[in-house]
Antibody
Framework: QVQLQESGPGQVKPSETLSLTCTVS??????????WGWIRQTPGKGLEWIGA???????YFNPSIQSRVSASLDTSKNQFSLRLTSVTAADTAMYFC????????????WGQGVLVTVSS | DIQMTQSPTSLSASVGDTVTITCRAS??????LNWYQQRPGKAPTLVIY???SLQSGVPSRFSGSGSGTEFTLTISSLQPEDFATYFC??????????FGQGTKVEI
């Protein structure tokens, strides 16, 4: 059973960088049938796709935040990470990491989510 | 971006009822449509993928249909654990996945 667990600070100051890590167990980041991504959720905007990273090294990000976001894989630790720079209150959200399945064309495993608040 | 519009935003139902939720895409997405269930305080879980395929472990009272721009999720014989919010999501545009705004199924 694949499990994902987000970790990171629950609060970030405005203009600073939000960094989150997702640890994967029961599955491998090297799995060619999967890709890895991040989604955030707010009451106002609902579920918003942030981006995805593939074992091949390809990355795709939501154009609305593309200039501020980066992602990486650490296969030795079976973790992947997200960085979002220059955060504002609008980045306050529940952040989920997830696995995408090529076979299903869907996100089949999700982390439990971490609430990140941008506040001074 | 492909816009996903769900209706209704919320609905009230009783245990044993059959409910149908509709999702419309702003352009054709073939069958690249998934449905997720989210219970309060939990992460979404996959219910239906590729418009009509039941995810492993999901009860058969859930079904999906549609293609192109219009899709439906039907829950037959509602159970207490089915009261949740349901989201559709298109996977046609793999560089920009988008979700519907959600439909809350309430008692």
């Amino acid at each position: 059973q694949v499990q994902l667990q987000e970790s990171g600070p629950g609060q970030v100051k405005p203009s600073e960088t939000l960094s989150l890590t997702c640890t994967v167990s029961g599955g491998s980041l090297s799995d060619s049938n999967s890709f890895w991504g991040w989604i955030r959720q707010t009451p106002g905007k609902g579920l918003e796709w942030i981006g995805a990273i593939y074992y091949s090294g390809n990355k795709y990000f939501n154009p609305s935040i593309q200039s501020r976001v980066s992602a990486s894989l650490d296969t030795s630790k079976n973790q992947f990470s997200l960085r979002l720079t220059s955060v504002t209150a609008a980045d306050t959200a529940m952040y989920f990491c997830l696995r995408g399945s090529y076979k299903l064309g869907a996100f089949d495993y999700w982390g439990q989510g971490v609430l990140v608040t941008v506040s001074s | 971006d492909i816009q996903m519009t769900q209706s209704p935003t919320s609905l009230s139902a009783s245990v044993g009822d059959t409910v149908t939720i509709t999702c419309r895409a702003s352009q054709t997405i073939s069958s690249f449509l998934n449905w997720y269930q989210q219970r309060p305080g939990k992460a979404p879980t996959l219910v239906i993928y590729a418009a009509s395929s039941l995810q492993s472990g999901v009860p058969s009272r859930f079904s999906g249909s549609g293609s192109g721009t219009e899709f439906t999720l039907t829950i037959s014989s509602l159970q207490p654990e089915d009261f949740a919010t349901y989201f559709c999501q298109q996977s046609y545009s793999t560089s920009m996945y988008t979700f519907g705004q959600g439909t809350k199924v309430e008692i």
